[in-house]
Protein backbone atom coordinates (compact mmCIF):
# COMPACT_ATOMS: atom_id res chain seq x y z
CA UNK A 1 0.00 0.00 0.00
CA UNK A 2 1.52 3.20 -0.60
CA UNK A 3 0.75 6.99 0.29
CA UNK A 4 -2.01 7.93 -1.21
CA UNK A 5 -3.89 4.82 0.09
CA UNK A 6 -3.75 7.04 3.61
CA UNK A 7 -4.66 10.15 1.76
CA UNK A 8 -8.03 8.16 0.49
CA UNK A 9 -8.99 6.65 3.50
CA UNK A 10 -8.24 9.61 5.15
CA UNK A 11 -10.49 11.18 2.71
CA UNK A 12 -13.39 8.56 2.92
CA UNK A 13 -13.20 9.00 6.87
CA UNK A 14 -13.94 12.50 6.40
CA UNK A 15 -16.83 11.99 4.00
CA UNK A 16 -17.96 9.01 6.71
CA UNK A 17 -17.39 11.63 9.70
CA UNK A 18 -19.40 14.56 7.35
CA UNK A 19 -22.09 12.30 6.90
CA UNK A 20 -22.79 11.26 10.23
CA UNK A 21 -22.70 14.88 11.68
CA UNK A 22 -19.46 14.73 13.03
CA UNK A 23 -20.55 12.06 15.49
CA UNK A 24 -17.65 11.55 18.44
CA UNK A 25 -17.74 7.68 18.24
CA UNK A 26 -17.65 7.46 14.65
CA UNK A 27 -14.59 9.38 15.05
CA UNK A 28 -13.24 7.83 17.49
CA UNK A 29 -13.76 4.47 15.26
CA UNK A 30 -12.35 5.82 12.28
CA UNK A 31 -9.13 7.21 14.18
CA UNK A 32 -8.83 3.61 15.97
CA UNK A 33 -9.10 2.08 12.04
CA UNK A 34 -6.53 4.42 10.65
CA UNK A 35 -4.14 3.46 13.80
CA UNK A 36 -4.63 0.06 13.55
CA UNK A 37 -4.12 -0.36 9.88
CA UNK A 38 -0.57 1.39 9.75
CA UNK A 39 0.81 -0.39 13.27
CA UNK A 40 -0.13 -3.21 11.56
CA UNK A 41 1.24 -2.43 8.42
CA UNK A 42 4.90 -1.13 10.24
CA UNK A 43 5.09 -4.07 11.41
CA UNK A 44 4.36 -6.95 8.51
CA UNK A 45 7.04 -6.40 6.34
CA UNK A 46 5.33 -9.05 3.27
CA UNK A 47 2.96 -5.87 2.71
CA UNK A 48 5.28 -3.74 1.88
CA UNK A 49 3.72 -1.20 3.52
CA UNK A 50 6.25 1.63 3.45
CA UNK A 51 8.94 0.39 1.85
CA UNK A 52 9.39 -2.53 -1.09
CA UNK A 53 11.23 -5.24 0.26
CA UNK A 54 11.65 -8.23 -1.20
CA UNK A 55 9.99 -11.11 0.32
CA UNK A 56 10.74 -14.09 -2.31
CA UNK A 57 12.54 -15.06 -5.70
CA UNK A 58 10.09 -15.33 -8.69
CA UNK A 59 11.35 -18.38 -9.88
CA UNK A 60 9.98 -21.90 -11.35
CA UNK A 61 12.29 -24.39 -10.16
CA UNK A 62 12.44 -25.71 -6.52
CA UNK A 63 14.61 -23.07 -4.86
CA UNK A 64 14.72 -21.48 -1.20
CA UNK A 65 17.26 -18.96 0.49
CA UNK A 66 18.61 -19.28 3.78
CA UNK A 67 18.88 -16.43 5.84
CA UNK A 68 20.47 -15.58 9.22
CA UNK A 69 20.22 -12.63 10.99
CA UNK A 70 21.66 -11.05 14.36
CA UNK A 71 25.26 -11.85 14.10
CA UNK A 72 28.03 -13.21 13.68
CA UNK A 73 28.04 -14.75 17.64
CA UNK A 74 29.64 -17.75 18.71
CA UNK A 75 27.13 -20.17 16.98
CA UNK A 76 27.82 -19.12 13.52
CA UNK A 77 30.63 -21.63 12.99
CA UNK A 78 29.21 -24.35 13.70
CA UNK A 79 26.56 -22.70 11.33
CA UNK A 80 29.02 -22.23 8.69
CA UNK A 81 30.79 -25.80 9.05
CA UNK A 82 27.27 -27.42 8.80
CA UNK A 83 26.68 -25.48 5.42
CA UNK A 84 30.03 -26.32 4.16
CA UNK A 85 29.10 -30.04 4.89
CA UNK A 86 26.04 -29.71 2.93
CA UNK A 87 28.06 -27.29 0.03
CA UNK A 88 25.01 -24.94 0.82
CA UNK A 89 25.39 -21.10 0.35
CA UNK A 90 23.08 -18.84 2.52
CA UNK A 91 22.74 -15.38 3.51
CA UNK A 92 23.93 -13.52 6.34
CA UNK A 93 22.20 -10.37 7.78
CA UNK A 94 25.04 -9.00 10.18
CA UNK A 95 24.89 -6.50 13.10
CA UNK A 96 28.10 -4.32 12.94
CA UNK A 97 28.40 -5.01 16.73
CA UNK A 98 28.54 -8.71 16.43
CA UNK A 99 31.05 -8.08 13.52
CA UNK A 100 33.23 -6.12 15.76
CA UNK A 101 33.05 -8.72 18.93
CA UNK A 102 33.38 -11.80 16.47
CA UNK A 103 35.85 -10.22 13.18
CA UNK A 104 37.16 -13.84 12.44
CA UNK A 105 34.08 -15.36 12.02
CA UNK A 106 32.73 -12.45 10.02
CA UNK A 107 35.88 -13.10 7.45
CA UNK A 108 35.13 -16.67 7.72
CA UNK A 109 31.49 -16.11 6.36
CA UNK A 110 32.72 -14.14 3.35
CA UNK A 111 35.75 -16.50 2.49
CA UNK A 112 33.13 -19.15 2.53
CA UNK A 113 31.36 -17.86 -0.48
CA UNK A 114 28.07 -16.75 1.28
CA UNK A 115 26.27 -13.86 1.04
CA UNK A 116 26.08 -10.59 3.31
CA UNK A 117 23.53 -8.06 4.21
CA UNK A 118 23.58 -5.10 6.41
CA UNK A 119 21.59 -5.42 9.49
CA UNK A 120 22.14 -2.06 11.20
CA UNK A 121 25.27 -1.02 14.07
CA UNK A 122 23.28 -1.84 16.80
CA UNK A 123 19.97 -3.39 16.05
CA UNK A 124 18.39 -1.06 18.32
CA UNK A 125 15.26 -1.84 19.78
CA UNK A 126 14.00 1.60 19.01
CA UNK A 127 14.32 1.23 15.50
CA UNK A 128 11.04 2.10 14.81
CA UNK A 129 11.64 4.99 16.84
CA UNK A 130 14.91 6.77 15.06
CA UNK A 131 15.11 9.89 12.90
CA UNK A 132 15.79 9.68 9.60
CA UNK A 133 19.44 10.87 10.32
CA UNK A 134 19.61 8.09 13.33
CA UNK A 135 18.59 5.59 10.76
CA UNK A 136 21.41 6.46 7.98
CA UNK A 137 23.65 6.28 10.63
CA UNK A 138 22.57 2.97 11.95
CA UNK A 139 22.91 1.99 8.12
CA UNK A 140 26.34 3.72 7.38
CA UNK A 141 28.25 2.67 10.25
CA UNK A 142 27.58 -1.00 9.56
CA UNK A 143 28.31 -0.85 6.29
CA UNK A 144 31.87 0.95 7.56
CA UNK A 145 32.40 -1.85 9.86
CA UNK A 146 32.08 -4.18 7.25
CA UNK A 147 34.31 -2.43 5.33
CA UNK A 148 36.81 -2.48 7.38
CA UNK A 149 36.73 -6.25 8.90
CA UNK A 150 36.00 -7.66 5.55
CA UNK A 151 36.81 -5.16 3.23
CA UNK A 152 33.32 -5.65 1.81
CA UNK A 153 30.53 -3.69 0.42
CA UNK A 154 26.74 -4.58 0.04
CA UNK A 155 23.88 -3.00 -1.21
CA UNK A 156 21.57 -5.67 0.97
CA UNK A 157 19.90 -4.45 3.93
CA UNK A 158 17.36 -6.26 6.06
CA UNK A 159 15.28 -3.87 8.87
CA UNK A 160 15.60 -5.28 12.29
CA UNK A 161 12.42 -6.75 13.13
CA UNK A 162 11.32 -6.31 10.00
CA UNK A 163 9.83 -2.57 11.14
CA UNK A 164 9.53 -0.38 8.31
CA UNK A 165 8.53 3.44 8.32
CA UNK A 166 8.94 6.62 6.55
CA UNK A 167 11.87 7.48 8.39
CA UNK A 168 13.59 4.04 7.41
CA UNK A 169 12.14 4.08 4.02
CA UNK A 170 13.89 7.66 3.56
CA UNK A 171 17.66 6.01 4.91
CA UNK A 172 17.40 2.96 3.01
CA UNK A 173 16.55 5.30 -0.53
CA UNK A 174 19.44 7.39 1.07
CA UNK A 175 21.74 4.69 1.92
CA UNK A 176 20.95 3.28 -1.50
CA UNK A 177 19.99 -0.28 -0.20
CA UNK A 178 17.59 -2.87 -1.37
CA UNK A 179 15.21 -3.52 1.64
CA UNK A 180 14.84 -7.94 2.30
CA UNK A 181 12.31 -9.37 4.10
CA UNK A 182 11.14 -12.83 3.70
CA UNK A 183 8.03 -14.96 3.06
CA UNK A 184 8.75 -17.67 6.15
CA UNK A 185 9.22 -16.93 9.55
CA UNK A 186 10.73 -19.36 11.40
CA UNK A 187 9.86 -17.86 14.89
CA UNK A 188 12.80 -19.09 16.45
CA UNK A 189 13.54 -16.24 18.18
CA UNK A 190 10.11 -16.37 20.03
CA UNK A 191 9.83 -20.37 20.89
CA UNK A 192 11.80 -22.98 22.46
CA UNK A 193 10.46 -25.91 21.31
CA UNK A 194 12.67 -26.94 17.81
CA UNK A 195 9.91 -29.01 16.46
CA UNK A 196 7.47 -26.40 16.27
CA UNK A 197 10.30 -24.16 14.76
CA UNK A 198 10.92 -26.88 12.41
CA UNK A 199 7.01 -27.67 11.65
CA UNK A 200 6.59 -23.63 11.15
CA UNK A 201 9.24 -23.56 8.23
CA UNK A 202 8.66 -26.78 6.61
CA UNK A 203 4.59 -25.83 6.27
CA UNK A 204 5.56 -22.57 4.45
CA UNK A 205 7.87 -23.45 2.17
CA UNK A 206 7.28 -22.56 -1.52
CA UNK A 207 9.14 -22.15 -4.63
CA UNK A 208 11.41 -18.85 -4.35
CA UNK A 209 10.89 -18.47 -0.44
CA UNK A 210 12.82 -17.02 1.68
CA UNK A 211 13.15 -18.34 5.32
CA UNK A 212 14.11 -16.09 8.59
CA UNK A 213 16.19 -17.72 10.88
CA UNK A 214 18.80 -16.71 13.32
CA UNK A 215 22.91 -17.39 13.65
CA UNK A 216 22.27 -16.91 17.81
CA UNK A 217 20.97 -20.05 19.18
CA UNK A 218 21.87 -24.05 19.47
CA UNK A 219 18.39 -24.34 19.16
CA UNK A 220 17.98 -23.16 15.78
CA UNK A 221 21.03 -25.00 14.70
CA UNK A 222 19.46 -28.11 15.36
CA UNK A 223 16.21 -27.22 13.28
CA UNK A 224 18.93 -26.43 10.96
CA UNK A 225 20.27 -29.87 10.96
CA UNK A 226 16.72 -31.33 10.26
CA UNK A 227 15.56 -28.29 7.85
CA UNK A 228 18.48 -29.57 5.59
CA UNK A 229 17.39 -32.92 5.53
CA UNK A 230 14.12 -32.14 4.33
CA UNK A 231 15.50 -29.50 1.63
CA UNK A 232 17.70 -32.66 0.45
CA UNK A 233 14.62 -35.37 0.20
CA UNK A 234 11.90 -32.55 -1.18
CA UNK A 235 14.76 -31.92 -3.93
CA UNK A 236 15.15 -28.23 -2.94
CA UNK A 237 18.03 -26.19 -3.94
CA UNK A 238 19.43 -22.87 -2.43
CA UNK A 239 19.84 -19.64 -3.64
CA UNK A 240 21.21 -16.27 -2.22
CA UNK A 241 19.71 -13.38 -1.96
CA UNK A 242 22.14 -11.38 -4.30
CA UNK A 243 21.17 -13.49 -6.90
CA UNK A 244 17.88 -11.71 -7.37
CA UNK A 245 19.17 -8.31 -7.25
CA UNK A 246 19.59 -7.03 -10.32
CA UNK A 247 22.57 -4.24 -10.66
ZN1 LIG B 1 17.49 -8.95 13.64
Not at 90 to 101: L, M, N, R, V, Y
Not at 222 to 235: A, I, P, R, T
Request: glycine share 6%.
Amino acid sequence: MKHYSFILFYLFCNVFIYSFQGSFWVYLFCFLMFSAVIVWGSFDIRLGYFVNSITHKRTKIKEVALTFDDGPTEFTPKFLDLLKENNIKATFFCIGKQIEKHPETFQRIIAEGHTIGNHTLSHSNNTGFLSTSKMIEEIKKCDEVMLKVGNLKTNLYRPPFGVTNPNIAKAIKKTHKKSIGWNVRSLDTITEDEKKIYRKVTKGLKKGSIILLHDTSEKTYNVLVDLLVFLKDKKYSTFTIDSIIKN
